[in-house]
């Protein structure tokens, strides 16, 4: 039998193992900094020839289509069984092979000369693909010459974003019917994509995903970021040597979250089944004046009797009181209420949370009764208070004494 020649490129990839070889076998403590940082540069730019030269086989595998040896359904599906690689990246690095080899001349000399790197390839054939058919062959290729040499300048992220934005370059009047068009189709998918799903823990939690619009996804952290304030050594008298917030960024957004929702108004919500989404609290006449009887939401869900009382003190939140024989005694008035008038007072008197050691600005927090509404205390300014809602719920939790101190601030102390 006469065996079949190899391929020149086979004696190319074995020469690269060799040399591979001895550069292993090298010793390293001789190389100065300059050297090193040369060298590292230098097998940058050879691992992108490598990568160009194995893009090229691999449009080439696709086209006398290797899978057939193994019975694989695609030239990618072969290339990751074959190489380990992730299939997702398998099928992007194939496709972005065969449209370079077949289509994109200059980002291929790019390539070979190892001036940019597997990541930007792929960016580049992406942008040039977005262009869609109603693009001039002249404009494609000016767009492809463009992005190449963005490339010598930004990495693969930055390639993208200037991607998005490159008949703005090399054709502004297209561009900018072709931006409105890539636009239009992003929000149609964005909307066809909207989902929110919840459930319940059964240990006093709900979970839940959501994915919605880029830009109401903006407007959502914007809201849930005004009530955290991530930032909050501004806002303090004593700027320089505020302490950070020590809770981590998404126990403060969780916590926003929670009290965005009890800030909403009922009058901003549309009425369901003929009536509002106003939460009723209903609790026994007992609870609202300290007792420890749990109190029933008219969601089906039981709460805390501390935080009944809490929730009582809020005016979107209706507290429907019950007597010794289930009789409603109360539905809310608005006497029971701060106003905004009141609000503001109180927060060009307090200045932020009224808690000892606390340093809640005002938004943050929330007006509290130091007389209970339940036990007679009227509803005025010098009675009422400054409490960020952590402090608030603590001050209506029984397992906790409250101290007024000579400042005027409240320490709070676990009961034995």
């Known amino acids: 039998m006469t065996e079949t020649a190899l391929h020149p490129l086979a004696g190319v990839v074995a020469r690269v193992h060799e040399d591979l070889d001895d550069g292993f076998e090298l010793g390293l403590l001789t190389l100065g900094p300059a050297e090193t940082g040369a060298a590292i540069v230098e097998l940058e730019r050879a691992a992108n020839r490598l990568a160009a030269l194995q893009s090229r086989l691999l449009a080439h595998a696709s086209d006398v289509r290797v899978e057939d040896e193994t019975g694989a359904p695609s030239t990618a599906v072969w290339f990751a069984t074959a190489t380990r690689v992730p299939r997702a990246e398998a099928h992007r690095r194939v496709r972005a092979a065969v449209a370079t080899e077949e289509q994109y001349d200059a980002l291929a000399a790019a390539g070979t000369s190892g ?36 490339a010598h300048q930004h990495d693969a992220k930055a390639l993208r974003v200037l991607g998005r934005r490159i008949l703005d370059v090399v054709a502004p009047a297209v561009g900018e019917a072709r931006e409105a068009e890539l636009l239009a189709r992003e929000e149609r998918e964005a909307a066809a994509k909207i989902r929110l799903t919840m459930r ?14 880029e830009m109401h996804g903006a407007m959502f952290a914007k809201m849930l970021d005004a009530i955290a304030s991530p930032r909050r050594a501004h806002l303090r008298d004593e ?8 809770r981590p960024s998404w126990e403060r957004r969780g916590q926003a979250f929670v009290e965005l929702i009890e800030r909403m108004r009922d009058a901003d919500l549309p009425d369901a089944a003929g009536a509002g989404a106003t939460v009723v609290v209903t609790m026994q006449v007992d609870t609202l004046t300290g007792g420890l009887a749990a109190a029933s939401l008219d969601t089906g869900h039981r709460i805390s009797p501390g935080e009944a009382r809490r929730l009582a003190c809020g005016a979107d939140l209706v ?36 808690a000892e ?12 009764h130091d007389d209970p509404w339940s036990r007679g205390g009227h509803t005025t300014v010098e009675r009422g ?3 960020c809602w952590r402090h608030h719920r603590v001050a209506h939790d029984p ?12 320490r709070f102390t676990r009961r034995n």
Do not use: N
């Open 115 to 150: 001036a940019v790197s597997p990541g930007q390839v792929e960016v580049v054939v992406r942008a040039l693909d977005d262009l869609g058919e109603g693009v001039t062959a002249e404009i494609r290729a000016e767009a492809e010459r463009t992005l190449v040499g963005f």
């Open 239 to 246: 700027a320089a040597d505020a302490p950070a917030d020590p």
């Open 385 to 387: 208070r400054l409490l």
């Open 200 to 213: 319940e823990d059964g240990h006093g939690c709900v979970h839940g995903r959501f994915t919605v619009p």
């Open 399 to 410: 397992t906790y004494l409250t101290e007024t101190l000579g400042t005027g601030k409240l």
């Open 319 to 354: 507290p429907a009181v019950l007597g010794t024989k289930s009789e409603v005694l109360d539905l809310g008035r608005s006497a029971r209420f701060h106003s905004k008038p009141q609000r503001i007072a109180m927060i060009l008197r307090d200045q932020r949370c009224t």
């Open 357 to 368: 050691d606390c340093d809640a600005p005002p938004h943050w927090c929330e007006a509290h």
